[in-house]
């Protein structure tokens, strides 16, 4: 990562790629795009890292905006514990850091901390002044902690034999039992008929 | 979405996307743009959806990387009942269309059945020969349902109070307890000082 430390971060052109994939410049994710350098830069160059996300919340696009941990190929966890932090680590050895938002450095920033501890209304905030906020805290806001990931963590799940349900007839992993986790009752639809004809 | 039925899928620009986002252009990710796009034509033009996918692999990169849903910005869900399957919903209404890997379908593509039936080991798997029969099949492998999601899952979650964790000193979502779910035990990781002096 010695390249990544000597090139500054490049906020405004992270937040037009943000913009693009996520849909509009969200101070989660910019704030998400600075946690992410912090917990990127110190781990070292050539160790291949994967990530976990505290909340579903914003951070899960920083991370797969600028690394290449993504849900879909499994190298980024959303664990959801409702806290905004992320952490990256070695994906061999477990050991990474975790960058939080640390409440204690918000009382600088009056916008952010309004908007990241919920103390306005949505439409009382200031979506402009809490990027310029964001701009001129960057890391200032947030807290590292060196993490060892768990062991349970580090192993990749068995996957397993794939058979037909007899209920649904999709493959699905046998583990799961007799029929598939959709038709033991947790499908989140109902299926019609197509064209619409519901039965 | 009169244009994109017009337009046709360009899958080899769209494979390059793929293994940028992706890392690798994974078969998975491959067959999942075809069902995005399957999913996505037969929703009127104008109409907002949101996006469930019922695995983890491969099909979440797909609808990040062809519709505006995103696991961090939340209209994208992943229900993970093990089915490779996906649906595009209208948001409000919750009307749309499921698309899904017909088993029926997969004796005519031998190399792409031993790959998701797990026939074969992976090293005995043929990358090129999954990818070109998967050119070849198209929207041959898959079924469509049009499907009408639970009520629950348009209701936005409501994300009431932030508070501070007295156990982590994070801020947290009140309605979790009187401790963050870290401190409940869910935490993924051990704390360690950083320099990395293990406590």
Redesign the interface.
């Known amino acids: 990562m010695e390249t990544l430390r000597k090139t500054p971060f490049d906020i405004d052109e992270y937040m037009r790629r943000v913009e693009s994939?996520?849909?509009h410049a969200?101070p989660?994710?910019i704030i998400?795009g600075l946690m992410v350098r912090m917990a990127q830069i110190r781990i070292p160059e050539g160790v291949l890292f994967n990530a976990?996300c505290?909340t579903?919340?914003?951070?899960?696009?920083?991370v797969?905006l600028l690394t290449?941990c993504?849900?879909?190929?499994?190298?980024l966890r959303?664990?959801?514990?409702?806290?905004?932090?992320l952490?990256l680590?070695d994906k061999h050895h477990?050991?990474g850091?975790?960058v939080?938002?640390?409440?204690?450095n918000l009382d600088n920033w009056p916008e952010i901390k309004a908007w990241?501890?919920?103390l306005k209304p949505k439409t009382g905030q200031d979506h402009c002044r809490i990027l310029s906020q964001i701009k001129a805290a960057g890391e200032n806001l947030c807290g590292?902690?060196?993490?060892?990931?768990?062991p349970q963590?580090l192993e990749r799940p068995e996957?397993g034999?794939?058979v037909?349900c007899p209920s649904?007839?999709?493959?699905?992993?046998m583990k799961?039992g007799g029929i598939?986790?959709?038709c033991q009752g947790?499908?989140?639809?109902?299926?019609?008929?197509?064209?619409?004809r519901?039965v």
Not at 100 to 104: A, H, N
Not at 168 to 173: A, D, L, T
């Open positions: 994939f996520h849909g969200a989660g994710v998400g976990v505290e579903l919340s914003c951070l899960p696009d920083a797969q290449p993504t849900v879909g190929n499994g190298w959303v664990i959801d514990l409702g806290r905004f932090a952490s680590y477990g050991n850091f975790r939080f938002i640390d409440p204690k990241f501890l919920r590292v902690h060196a993490v060892q990931v768990r963590l996957k034999r794939i037909i649904c007839g999709e493959p699905y992993p799961d598939c986790l959709a947790r499908s989140p639809y109902v299926i019609r008929e197509y064209p619409e519901v």
